[in-house]
Nanobody, 118 residues
Framework: QVQLVESGGGLVEAGGSLRLSCVTS????????MAWYRQAPGRGREFVSD????????HYVDSAKGRFTISRDNAKNTVYLQMHSLKPEDTAIYYC???????????WGPGTQVTVSS
């Protein structure tokens, strides 16, 4: 069974930092592109960032550029999202999976809540 488990969220003040982790299991990780998404209250899930299987290619939503960094450790089957200069509008539940159309897992993980206070 393919699983995704996100962690690392929390409550931080604006300007603070968090590092999210997503541990995967159940299928080959090193060959899979991975992505982070977020869903704010009352809104749909949106793309935040993705990374290629070897970690050499990354993309970010405009609002995350310069503040967030995606990375991965293929030996640990884990993808990370380092977030700096957090803003209240970053408040959301954050999820990982493959890029749209090439999902790593059919079922989404529980996500991890990020709350940024002003």
């Amino acid at each position: 069974q393919v699983q995704l488990v996100e962690s690392g969220g929390g409550l931080v003040e604006a300007g603070g930092s968090l590092r999210l982790s997503c541990v995967t299991s159940g299928r080959d990780f090193s060959g899979a592109d991975m992505a982070w998404y977020r869903q704010a209250p009352g809104r749909g899930r949106e793309f935040v960032s993705d990374i290629s299987g070897r970690g050499s290619i990354t993309h970010y939503v405009d609002s995350a550029k310069g503040r967030f960094t995606i990375s991965r450790d293929n030996a640990k089957n884990t993808v990370y999202l380092q977030m700096h200069s957090l803003k209240p509008e970053d408040t959301a539940i954050y999820y990982c999976n493959g890029p749209s159309g090439t999902y790593f897992a059919a079922s989404w993980g529980p996500g991890t809540q990020v709350t940024v206070s002003s």
